[in-house]
């Protein structure tokens, strides 16, 4: 009998792809997900790159309850994984009840069908973002969470409470939450990425839409940080890496193999990379320039961010496997067939 695992937010970016490790490590998937910033073809293209077409249902987690009915039918899942959230920073400012009743609503509605089901793993898709600006570098596990600066960001952070709360409650749940840093790149058949709607927040998809012809020009935010060129610092992790270490929380749940029922770990290669050393990067890999121009700094940017994934090494026994140029060449692939240029 294969496990299952039930997916919320499978058809989007990091969802998808963990969806397909998961399949390619004999899993049974149950997507949940509303379409709200994603599309059924990716359900297509999952198969065409698994030979298994995942069971899908649509559903708005905020939902009561149709999610605790859902649950209920999948109550044999070994586990949830929970990428179902908004995550624009920018629309988060401007709209932030959306943001708390869409990720809060629904993951409030996601524990309490869990836990009545008797389903006692949870993976949350957390985010660097929770620790604020970072008093030294590079971020453990350790290092004090702050109010982060945007309404998603600090949606992460209460999440992240609400499951420490829950946890102490109820003895039988589980929960590995990850902290990803900058989550970028696709997977190698260039049949699934990003798909960011309307103008991307994110530096990786910018610059691909850009070079692609789809934007004018990228406006780089700053460069008077104090960084070796002036460019903030982030720890770019390509999203296949990513995806793997969500089958490997989800083996380490199964198998009892917890030192603590809620357990932490950053996901990010530990390397800081400038945004200039992206464009030079992106410019060698696709042996072209890019239109680009320094403007000022964006509100709430942090001048460098990179994780220590000693625990996660440690514990999971996971470690990243790709390069800055192979993250940023499957981006480049996904763009131009996403544009249908080669
Ligand atoms: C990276 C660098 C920008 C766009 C955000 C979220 C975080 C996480 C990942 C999401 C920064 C610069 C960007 C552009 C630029 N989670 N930049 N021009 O801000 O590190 O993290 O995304 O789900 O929670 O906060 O990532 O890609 O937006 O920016 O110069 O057009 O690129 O200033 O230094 P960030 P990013």
């Known amino acids: 009998m294969k496990n299952k695992i039930i997916v919320t937010g499978g058809c989007g970016y990091i969802g998808s792809h963990t969806?397909?490790?998961?399949?390619?490590?004999?899993?049974?998937?149950?997507?949940l997900d509303d379409l709200s910033n994603s599309t059924e073809e990716t359900l297509h293209r999952i198969e065409k790159i698994t030979n298994v077409k995942p069971s899908f249902i649509n559903i708005d987690l905020k939902d009561e309850l149709k999610t605790k009915k859902v649950f209920k039918e999948h109550k044999d899942?070994?586990?949830?994984?929970?990428?179902?959230?908004?995550?624009?920073?920018?629309?988060?400012?401007?709209?932030?009840?959306?943001?708390?009743?869409?990720?809060?609503?629904?993951?409030?509605?996601?524990?309490?069908?869990?836990?009545?089901?008797?389903?006692?793993?949870?993976?949350?898709?957390?985010?660097?973002?929770?620790?604020?600006?970072?008093?030294?570098?590079?971020?453990?596990?350790?290092?004090?969470?702050?109010?982060?600066?945007?309404?998603?960001?600090?949606?992460?952070k209460i999440a992240e409470e609400i499951i420490d709360d829950l946890i102490k409650s109820e003895t039988n749940l589980s929960a590995i939450s990850l902290r990803y840093f900058n989550p970028i790149g696709a997977h190698e058949s260039?049949?699934?990425?990003?798909l960011p709607s309307g103008i991307p927040n994110n530096l990786m998809?910018?610059?691909?839409?850009?070079?692609?012809?789809?934007?004018?020009?990228?406006?780089?935010?700053?460069?008077?940080?104090p960084t070796k060129d002036g460019t903030p610092i982030r720890d770019y992790i390509h999203v296949v890496d990513l995806a793997k270490a969500h089958v490997l929380a989800v083996e380490r749940i199964i198998k009892n193999q917890q030192e603590k029922p809620?357990?932490?770990?950053?996901?990010?290669?530990?390397?800081?990379?400038?945004?200039?050393?992206?464009?030079?990067?992106?410019e060698e890999v696709t042996n072209s320039k890019l239109n680009y121009e320094i403007t000022d700094r964006r509100a709430g940017d942090v001048p460098k961010l990179f994780a220590s994934i000693d625990l996660v090494k440690n514990k999971l026994g996971w470690k990243p496997s790709k390069s800055l140029n192979e993250m940023i060449k499957s981006s480049w692939d996904w763009e131009r067939k996403l544009n249908d240029k080669s």
């Open 77 to 156: 899942a070994k586990a949830v994984i929970n990428f179902a959230a908004h995550k624009a920073v920018g629309e988060s400012v401007q709209k932030p009840l959306m943001y708390y009743k869409n990720n809060l609503y629904s993951l409030i509605n996601t524990l309490t069908a869990l836990t009545e089901n008797t389903i006692n793993g949870f993976i949350f898709s957390s985010s660097a973002t929770v620790y604020g600006t970072p008093k030294s570098l590079p971020i453990t596990e350790q290092s004090k969470t702050q109010r982060p600066f945007s309404p998603y960001g600090n949606t992460k």
């Open 262 to 282: 809620f357990e932490i770990f950053n996901l990010g290669t530990g390397n800081g990379f400038s945004v200039l050393d992206i464009i030079n990067s992106f």
């Open 19 to 31: 969806v397909i490790e998961l399949i390619e490590n004999n899993y049974t998937v149950i997507i």
């Open 205 to 225: 998809p910018y610059i691909t839409q850009t070079a692609v012809g789809i934007r004018e020009k990228l406006m780089v935010y700053g460069n008077d940080y």
């Open 190 to 194: 260039g049949l699934i990425g990003e």
